[in-house]
């Protein structure tokens, strides 16, 4: 107990919960692993989820047009 039990943000792995994860700025769009490199049009346009995974790592957000937006995770967000 104590842990917080959010749901993990597909792109960035912290429990942020939120529908539009304010650490990376991925949008959950409910796509599963198996959909990681689909292109979809989803709430996401173009980004696909590893895409948006190789841009977290590289930028510290899905993509390089929402750097100024995000935020650094909180400890209590940590996976
Ligand atoms: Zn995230």
Redesign the pocket.
Known sequence: MGQPTWPR??????R?GCNT??????TDDGRSEAHAEAVAGSRNGDLSLADARLN?SIYGA?TPRYQHLVRPPRDDERP
């Open positions: 943000c597909a792109c960035c792995g912290f942020t994860c304010p650490i990376c700025y991925w977290y899905s």
